[in-house]
Structures are given as structure tokens and as C-alpha cells.
């Protein structure tokens, strides 16, 4: 066999698939094996049959072989079997192997003809048998069978192809020489996934039943439809055969006998039949086995270290001891504070790169959303204008007034501080939103004890929602004392005198922070014509004075400049189509913002990316569109309002007064805000859950109940002990094997293209003068009882390609002159029989 010192590889491999195999798909690992690929009637399962020498497959109509068959065949000095679902359990009797098959076939895909990708695994030891290890697949079909699926040939080639496509597998592609060799479906299966030709051998079958007049000979000598590993032929038993309970044995002997006599075959009758193929198979193997083995090793110790601290977690683990659920209680707690604390606070160490934290979604409301919130609630200039000017007329009442009212400012102010409650009782429940969400998180780690977790959650949720209540009393208490006094003393507040000298550019000047950069990232336009190329992703710089994009973050080519003045932002409804979050800025004076465009439409990822970007323009001076919802009657009332000097001047007094006293008002509000919800909501849950949490989990019932692990942690660390045991076991048996053998190199590469192409491989191209009519290129057959042709050696005489020359006799029917050769002349006793 030419492998002395590697017998033990093929069982090591057996010892690794059952192992595998009982552990379920956890260790998704590539054992080296040999797949049995052909059509339907190919002759696949006689093949294995004449391998095992019993009756032991299903037969019948259709498709046979309905799951894979992980067929382990072992050489033992005793005859049995024994299956992996039935471990134990010996047959002796393969009849009643044969049913049990049947039996567990259907007991998967029921009695209506279908599949399913489950193998069966089945070991037969026997002194008649060569150590290998074969998968059985179903044969390729073209039309489903009773109640099989339509797309039954696409189900056998998928599960086909989940096999033959791992590197680690070798195809035997068994295709029966009576049809067309060029267009073999176990061929072009193979050329898919091993184009090369490094891990496929042929079988030819059924040479027996070939049309007179024609033979494989060229193609067992891998002369046509060449092969990397070449061909190798098989004899089988007739259907008659089969039913007449023909023993395998005498099947095995008249295989011998067809090819001794056969004048095409005899010479090469050595490397030909059931036996060869069983030694070429299993040195195939065992020497495919030494090449994966650094790669296999490689792969078994990178799972069995990814395994290795779970494993020790779980080993001496006893689910019911009241001791280990106390302390793994106090444990799971301890965890979840330091988790919620760090998520809040933020931490050095297994930084999330993903994305936002709880802290910095937090940090990202009080920062921007929050007074994002705020300027949205400014009024619209004429509105405002036109309530100042009826809340002085209103206090003059009758009487026509020389001074401007102090009364009007603080009614307007006071009415601006009122709508300041919605955008901080918004804040209130954004921080909350993600206090919950970060307490979720935090109890992802609970999942192993689903009572646990449910307790947790519900506890401090609750303490949350309480705590709500109380942060958004004190920040309703935070506006109404800014609505009990308005202090007009305040060193901020610029006074009547200065209020009247003010121009209506001084805000302007002031709030122009010189060109200072605010905010830069990437930003796709999203109103660009298809024509012009369609939406376009640009690198944008923010200043306080202009919004300007590059082609990239270098900042070299820059595209175009959009001065900030008239301009505004509104929300934009996001498009069925797209998943993006859209926003356009316009300008309030209707004029283009962007070449053609009248506004400009940004998208971003996300929702949170565009509550950042509109906060970065609120700071630049770029404020949201107002919503205004007036009436038709109070629009036209408003649009024809109309003062006269005196009143516009105190009008204009009053507006500059709000304006100074409504920003002191809204930096205190900014200040302050933020820090009552951390006072009152954040370090308070902060606290409970360090000092309260566990209390209230002991309180809250049965301890040992709320530590009952799941099924599915339980299922889990069963299957980790059992797959880190089979893995520990699978190096500790690879590490005695030796790796020392005696093997034949790789056959040189060969013209493959073939495959697939046009059809030919049964019949040559009918037969020109100077060459015999043959199935490849061999010669016809003689007739029966003719001696062997003079050129020809015995059957085990040296390997003759004499009869492939153009000396060649021209009429197929003649015998070939002799030739002078170097051989000697075959034996005239030697005939064939008839």
C-alpha cells in the first residue's frame, strides 16, 4: 500500500468524525474524506458494495441514497457494523443493516422521497475491507420523483456542493461508461469546485454493457478527457445479478476475469477493478490526511484555546448548589453596577468602538439636542413685534403713552420663559430613554438566568421612573422661579438706556464669532440631478460664517462656499426609497442657495447625525424654520400690521430688552438643567444600584429561583465540556501519529477543459481510414474466442501503446499486423474466453 507507519490516520480521522458528529455542528471542522459523486444509476452504490463484499443499500426507484451515508469502513478479523445513532448495537445480519437505514432515512425526511443534508453514520469492520472513510451522497436527478419538490435536482446539487466544495475532500466521480463521458454531472461538479484537478478521481463503471464495436480504453489510459488522478474501471453486478442474490465475491471474480480477457483492457487489468480501486482510494486518502494534518492541527488548537476559559468557567459547575447561587448572585450584580457605571461614566479599558455609550448619548442630549430644543422655541420675528405692540397698546388702554411700559417687557418675557418647559421636560425624558436603554444593556450579561435579569430590569426601571417624577418637578420649579421675579439688576442685563441706543445690527455683530471652524464631516448632497452624476458624498467644513465642501477630508479641491446669511434649516421628510436622513438649508429671501438649486439637501446615516449637524448650524447662526400654524384671518391681520414711529421705537426698545433678559434666562436654563437630571436622575441610579440593587433582589422572592439558569446557557455548557473533551482528545491522538511516510508525487496537470464542453466520450468521431472504430481510441474488440492480436501482450505483460501509430491497420475488423517491438510476443496458449 505504500504507507507503512500512517495506518492509523484513516481511523484517527473515524475516531474525529463520530466525535464531531455527536457534539452537532459546534466544531465546524473539515475531516479529511472521500465523496461519492454520480448520477442516478452510475453504479455508486454497487461501488461501495463491492467494497464492504455485502448486500447492505437500499435499491429501488428513484432517488436511493436520500441522506449522506458516512460510510467508516475498518479492517478488523470479525465481520459487523454499528451505527452512530444506535451506538452499541452490532449487526451482523447486513439485511437488517440495510433496513435500518431505510428506517432512519425515513424517519428524517418521511416515506415521500425527499432529503435532507443529516448524514447517517455508519462503521462496518471487516477482514475483506481497506481502511477508508466514504460519504455516500444522493444521486443527481432531473426529474422529481411522486411528491418530491420541483427544484429537487437543485436541493441534491446544493447539498452536493456543501461537501465536494471543502478543500479537505476527495471526489469520486463515478459516471458509467455506457453515456456520454464529456457531459458527466459528477464531472462538472468536480471541475467547479477543484478546477485544478488536484482532489478528483474518476470511476468508470459498467464497461461490461458498452455498445459492440466499443471500448474505454484511451479514457482508462487518460489519453481522452484526460484526469489529474486519471480513471480507474469497475465492474458491478447486473440488475439480474442483484436480484438472483448473485454473491459479491463470485460478482468480484467475474470483474477479474473481464478485464484479464478483454483485449482492450488486459493489459492494464492490474490497475483496474474493485481491489485497485480500494488501495488507490486508501492511499489517496491516508496521504490527503498527512497534507491537512498542519492546517487540521492548526484549526483544532486555535478552538480548543478560543474554548479554554469558558470550558474552566464551567468545569466542577453544580447548577443546584445553594451556596454557588449566593455567590454567583452577589457576582452578577456587582458586574452589572460596574458595567452600568462605566457605560455612564465612561471608561479606559474595552473601549466600544461601535458605537455611543449611555454617557455619551447623554453628553450628545445635554450639549446638543437640548439646546438644539431650545432655539426652536424662539418666536418668529414679526410675531414677536406684533405681541409687544399689542401688549403696549394694551396697557396704555385709552391713553396714548410717552413712555415705554415695563409692564410689556415683563408680560413678553414671561411668556418666552413659559415655553421653555416643553424643551426641558423633553431632556427629562430623552435622558431617561437612555438610562433605560443603558440598563438593558448592562443586563445582556444576565441572560444566562432569565429570572435574574427580568428582576433587575424591572427594579431599576422602576426606581427610574420614579425618580422621573421628582427631576421633572424640580425643573418645572426651575422655570417658575424664573417666572416669580425678573430681575432687571442682573450685571448681564443691558437696561433701558442701552436698549434704545442698540441698532438692529448689534446682534448681528455679536453673535459673528469670527471664522472660527465649527463642525467638519462627510455629508452626501442629495438634490443633485442623475443627469449631473445623482447624489454625491463631499467632505463639508462648518465655519461661523460660511459652509463650504471638499472632494475629500484633505481639504484640497474645494467644491463650492456657502456664505450663512438669510439662510435656514428644515427637516425633510426621508424618502421610501432611501436610508438616509435628509435635511436642506434655504434661504428665507428665496433666492438659489446652490447654482439652480433653491435649497440644499443633506443626508446623513442617521437620525442622530442630523440633530448633531443642526445643532453645529443653530451655533453658527443658521436657526431652524419656524412651524407656524395662524390662521388665515390673523396671517392677513399680521402681514398688513403697520406702526407708526413712536411706537415702533418703543416696540423696537422692547424687543432688545427680551432678548438681552431671554438669554440670560436661557444660559441659566442650559446650566442648570443639565445638572439637576444629573443630581436627581443619574447619580441617584447610580447609588441605588450600588447600594439598594441587591437588597431588593432578596427581597423580591425565591434567591434560588432567580438564579435558575436557562436551557439555553444549560445546553451551552454542555456543549462546550463535550466539544473542549473531543478537541483536547482529537490533538492528544494527531500528536502520537507519525507523519513519516512512503508516497507517490501529484500527477503533473493535465487539459481539463473538456469538461463541460461539447459531448463525446463514449463514441470518437466515426472512424477515418487510417484509424479502428472505437469507443475513445482503442481498438475494436475480436471476436469472441480469437486469440490476442501479436502485438498485444498478455494481460500481465508491459504496458503497449504500439496499436496507437499510424501503422495501424485501416479496416477495424482485420487484425493488426505484427509488429517488430522490443517486447516479446504474447504466449499462444493465452486466448481470451469466450
Request: charged fraction near 25%; glycine fraction near 6%; include cysteine.
Amino acid at each position: 500500500m505504500g504507507n507503512r507507519g500512517m495506518e492509523d490516520l484513516i481511523p484517527l480521522v473515524n475516531r474525529l468524525q463520530d466525535a464531531f458528529s455527536s457534539i452537532g455542528q459546534a466544531c465546524n471542522l473539515d475531516l479529511p474524506q472521500i465523496a461519492v459523486v454520480g448520477g442516478q444509476s452510475a453504479g455508486k452504490s454497487s461501488v461501495l458494495e463491492n467494497f464492504v463484499g455485502r448486500d447492505f443499500l437500499p435499491r429501488g426507484s428513484g432517488i436511493v441514497t436520500r441522506r449522506p451515508l458516512v460510510l467508516q469502513l475498518i479492517s478488523a478479523n470479525a465481520e459487523w457494523a454499528e451505527f452512530l445513532h444506535c451506538k452499541g448495537k452490532k449487526f451482523t445480519d447486513f439485511d437488517e443493516v440495510r433496513q435500518e437505514i431505510e428506517g432512519e432515512t425515513d424517519r428524517v425526511t418521511g416515506a415521500n422521497k425527499g432529503i435532507s443534508p443529516i448524514p447517517i453514520n455508519l462503521r462496518v469492520y471487516s477482514p475483506h475491507v481497506l481502511n477508508l472513510t466514504l460519504i455516500d451522497l444522493p444521486g443527481i436527478t432531473k426529474v422529481p420523483v411522486g411528491d418530491q419538490p420541483a427544484d429537487i435536482e437543485q436541493q441534491i446539487r446544493d447539498m452536493i456542493m456543501q461537501f465536494i466544495s471543502r478543500e479537505s475532500c476527495l471526489i469520486l466521480a463515478v459516471t458509467p461508461a455506457n453515456t456520454d463521458l464529456a457531459n458527466s454531472d459528477a464531472l462538472k461538479l468536480a471541475k467547479d469546485v477543484d478546477p485544478q484537478g488536484l482532489r478528483t478521481i474518476g470511476v468508470i463503471t459498467k464497461l461490461d454493457l458498452m455498445d459492440e464495436g466499443t471500448d474505454a480504453r484511451d479514457v482508462l489510459e487518460n489519453k481522452l478527457l484526460p484526469l489529474r488522478r486519471g480513471y480507474i474501471g469497475v465492474v458491478n453486478r447486473s440488475q439480474k445479478d442483484i436480484e438472483g442474490k448473485k454473491d459479491i465475491k463470485a460478482a468480484l471474480e467475474a470483474e477479474r476475469k473481464f478485464f484479464l480477457s478483454h483485449p482492450s483492457y488486459r493489459h492494464m487489468a492490474e490497475k483496474m477493478g474493485t481491489p485497485h480501486l480500494q488501495q488507490v482510494l486508501n492511499q489517496q486518502l491516508t496521504n490527503h490526511i498527512r497534507d491537512t494534518l498542519p492546517a487540521f492541527r492548526s484549526k483544532l488548537q486555535a478552538q480548543l484555546l478560543a474554548l479554554d476559559k469558558e470550558a474552566e468557567e464551567y468545569r466542577g459547575y453544580r447548577p443546584d448548589d445553594p451556596s454557588r447561587k449566593t455567590k454567583q448572585l452577589l457576582q452578577m450584580v456587582q458586574q452589572f453596577s460596574v458595567d452600568f457605571e462605566k457605560r455612564i461614566e465612561g471608561s479606559g479599558d474595552q473601549v466600544d468602538t461601535v458605537e455611543l455609550s449611555g454617557g455619551a448619548k447623554i453628553n450628545r442630549v445635554f450639549h446638543e439636542r437640548f439646546p438644539f430644543e431650545l432655539v426652536k422655541m424662539e418666536c418668529d420675528e414679526k410675531e414677536m413685534r406684533r405681541e409687544i405692540s399689542y401688549a403696549i397698546k394694551n396697557i396704555h388702554g385709552i391713553r396714548t403713552g410717552l413712555f415705554t411700559p415695563d409692564m410689556a417687557f415683563e408680560a413678553i418675557v414671561k411668556k418666552q420663559v413659559v415655553k421653555l418647559k416643553e424643551p426641558c421636560i423633553k431632556c427629562v425624558d430623552m435622558v431617561i430613554q437612555e438610562l433605560i436603554n443603558t440598563v438593558r444593556q448592562c443586563s445582556n450579561k444576565l441572560e444566562c438566568f432569565p429570572r435574574l435579569r427580568e428582576e433587575t430590569e424591572r427594579i431599576v426601571t422602576s426606581h427610574i421612573r420614579d425618580r422621573e417624577s421628582r427631576a421633572k418637578e424640580q425643573v418645572l420649579l426651575l422655570i417658575d422661579l424664573q417666572l416669580s421675579y425678573i430681575n432687571t439688576n442682573h450685571e448681564d442685563f443691558i437696561g433701558f438706556a442701552s436698549a434704545q441706543q442698540r441698532s438692529s445690527q448689534t446682534n448681528k455683530s455679536q453673535s459673528s464669532a469670527g471664522n472660527q471652524v465649527i463642525r467638519k464631516g462627510w455629508l452626501t448632497i442629495n438634490n443633485i440631478s442623475i443627469i449631473k452624476g445623482g447624489a454625491k458624498e463631499y467632505w463639508f467644513v462648518l465655519t461661523a460664517e460660511s459652509l463650504s465642501w471638499f472632494k475629500d477630508d484633505e481639504e484640497k479641491e474645494k467644491k463650492y462656499m456657502l456664505p450663512l446669511d438669510n439662510l435656514k434649516v428644515r427637516d425633510v421628510e426621508k424618502s421610501f426609497m432611501s436610508s438616509k436622513h435628509i435635511f436642506s438649508i434655504f434661504n428665507t429671501e428665496s433666492r438659489n442657495v446652490y447654482k439652480d438649486n433653491r435649497t440644499l439637501e443633506l443626508a446623513c446615516d442617521s437620525q442622530d447625525d442630523v440633530d448633531s449637524w443642526k445643532s453645529s448650524l443653530l451655533r453658527a447662526g443658521v436657526y431652524p424654520e419656524k412651524t407656524i400654524t395662524v390662521e388665515s384671518e390673523t396671517t392677513t391681520a399680521t402681514d398688513n400690521f403697520s406702526m407708526d414711529p413712536q411706537l415702533e421705537r418703543k416696540v423696537e426698545t422692547i424687543r432688545n430688552l427680551v432678548d438681552s433678559y431671554m438669554a440670560i434666562v436661557n444660559k441659566c436654563i442650559r446650566d442648570l438643567i443639565p445638572k439637576t437630571i444629573m443630581h436627581l436622575m443619574i447619580n441617584n441610579v447610580k447609588d441605588f444600584i450600588n447600594a439598594e440593587l441587591l437588597a431588593c433582589l432578596y427581597s423580591a422572592g425565591d434567591q434560588n429561583a432567580l438564579m435558575d439558569e436557562s436551557q439555553e446557557q444549560a445546553q451551552r455548557r454542555d456543549e462546550v465540556l463535550r466539544t473542549h473533551q473531543a478537541l483536547k482528545e482529537a490533538l492528544a491522538i494527531i500528536g502520537d501519529i507519525s507523519t513519516s511516510t512512503i508516497t507517490t508525487p501529484m500527477p503533473p496537470p493535465v487539459d481539463s477543459s473538456w469538461v463541460g464542453g461539447a459531448a463525446g466520450g463514449r463514441r470518437s468521431p466515426p472512424p477515418s481510414p487510417t484509424a479502428p472504430r472505437r469507443m475513445s481510441s482503442g481498438q475494436r474488440p475480436a471476436p469472441r474466442g480469437a486469440p490476442p492480436p501479436p502485438n498485444r501482450p498478455g494481460p500481465l505483460g508491459p504496458f503497449n501503446n504500439s496499436a496507437d501509430s499510424p501503422q495501424a491497420p485501416s479496416r477495424p475488423n482485420r487484425a493488426p499486423p505484427s509488429i517488430p517491438s522490443r517486447r516479446p510476443p504474447p504466449s499462444p496458449t493465452r486466448q481470451a474466453p469466450p
